[in-house]
């Protein structure tokens, strides 16, 4: 639009007093004019009846804001029914607690042609006139449309964006009071303007709006002035853009789902770290949450090795690991993995995810079979499930029911059971022996996921062989990631097993050789924990410390490593008794569905060996209180 004056311009009709449309556009005074003669054109025309008073006017308005318009997502729904319940799992996820009174309280606007203008949270009528309630006028978009044709979309679009922009407003709710129009929408900062294809049934003639407010009582009189007076162009996007979207419609939805069941994830920013104190959201917390249960990742002279190693190769490997990626670091981090676990060789790959993806799918494909503990590693499972195998899955840890699967899988060319070592999301460990004796006698390849163990389990930190003075399993695969404080994973085992995996592991094969620094920091690591064990000493006594300590505040917790479940069952109870923690200055994680079963949620605690012995027994107490906290 150019400097002209704008004006905003009007048009509302009715018939024997009752509404029958309206419109407005906001036009620099060139046009007035013809968008009053096109306004009136449409009053004329207007489906829902022959108007007797038309009401039209052109104001001069004061600057205009421009704003962009709310993203756009619609929700296929079957009927109204549903349709309102999704619309409450929307506001609920934007924070309006008493949604379902929200959309009840939405019966109550008939005949009100202004907005009802609530307090979100105490839902309180905040407009001035209950009668006439808050009417949000004086705007338009940026995009021109014809005057005298409706788009209820591209109006409702400007309208709700303009109501978002208002200072205060946190959401609104909206269904046309047109009968033939049963599409209506919420919008909220959050997940932007969503329509919902039914919020009512043909024939209904309900429809109204409601705005949610948050803040202050003397605010409301400048978020109504706003919702009133301020001139708004919204810039919406352009036709074509208009129909593309609806790709993201699906996502979105899912996005609201996952929110609305208490699900949502969010990454948390550690702005500091220190032994096992993370600074998070301003605050410095005893961390419970971390894998790096030797300190070896924040320690100086591991930093040193791998700045070192940086310094004299450089940042990237810059090819794959058949090509030229081959460096030093890597060929001597795989001999010393090797050594320190006791067999003939090892292959590293980047992590310990691809680690397992890459290794079960080279070794087992089409007419093999992979037999897989009921709660391994998701890497595990995708591994299993990239592999093209059959996937036979046991229950957790339960070694017989493996016997029996084995031995109904004779007809396979080859046979692969997987386990994880130490289970990740319980503590628990394998029983190695029986687990190797149940491969062997089914000549099945046996594979253990050490990720949890290293470092951890045995005397010396060597894994479950040292813990249970017992032989290899075939394919001893581990993470850098964990007790080294590094990055990366490996697999270690015969010369042939190794070999076929540098032949066959796409991973490794076609994806550029591991990150320099992280190769030097684990060998750095392991080096000291090769040359000294008393890390591994210190941390499995401040497990049994811990759980000694949980026992004594009544709450009973059973570990076999260095990860304490404390289970709790339902999902939100979790995130409360967490988030109690964290206020008492503990950080241990809430576990929730996808990573453990519905209804199986619980805290987290992972120990290390630099906990204080104050530490852990405050710990426990706060673990104790914050679970009785909700029992009073
Ligand atoms: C963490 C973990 C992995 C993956 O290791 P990364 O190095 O983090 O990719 C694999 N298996 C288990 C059991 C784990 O706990």
Known sequence: MSSERLFGVKMR??????????????????RVAQTLAALADRALRHSKGEPDFINLKADAVGEVVRIPSLPVSTVEVADAAEG???????????????????????????????????DADTLERLEPNPERGVRATNMDSAVSSPANVKNHFAEALVLASKVLSAPGIVGEVCMSDDPNYVTGYVATRRFGYCRITKLKEPGDEAGGRIFLYRGRREDVAATIDYLERRAVVVETPSPDANAAPRRFDSLERELSEIAAAGLRRETRMVSSRSGCHIAVGGRTLVSFASNDYL?????AEVAEAAADAVRRHGTGSGASRLVTGTLTPHVGLERQIAAFKGSADSIVY?????????????????????????LNHASIIDGCRLSGADVVVYPHLDMDALDGRLASCRAYRRRLAVSDGVFSMDGDMLDLPRFLEVCRRHDAFSMVDEAHALGVVGATGRGLSERFACGHPDLMMGTLSKALGAEGGYVAGNASVVEYLRQRARPFMFSTAPDIAAMAGAAAALARLDGDPSRVRRLQANVRTFVAALAENGIAAKTDSAI????IGDECEAMRVSGELEKRGFLIP???????????????????YDHGEEDLTA???AVAAAVRQHDD
């Not at 009709?13 to 309206?22: D, T």
């Not at 300190?295 to 320690?299: F, T």
């Not at 996808?594 to 992972?606: C, D, E, N």
């Open 564 to 567: 304490v479940p404390i289970l």
């Open 13 to 30: 009709a009715s018939q024997e007093g009752r509404h029958v449309s309206g419109a407005e556009r906001i036009v620099p005074a060139s």
């Open 84 to 118: 309102w319940a999704r619309a409450e799992e929307m506001l609920k996820a934007a924070g309006v607690a008493r949604a379902r009174e929200v959309c009840g309280l939405f019966r109550e606007t008939y005949s009100m042609r202004g907005a009802m203008l609530l």
């Open 619 to 621: 710990a426990a107490a």
């Open 350 to 374: 980047a992590t310990g995810y691809m680690a397992n993806l890459g290794t079960i799918a080279a070794l087992v494909g089409r007419g093999d079979v992979v037999l897989s503990d009921a």
């Open 590 to 608: 809430a576990i929730r569905y996808p990573t453990v079963a519905h209804g199986a949620a619980r805290l987290r605690a992972a120990v290390r």
């Open 295 to 299: 300190g070896y990742a924040s320690d």
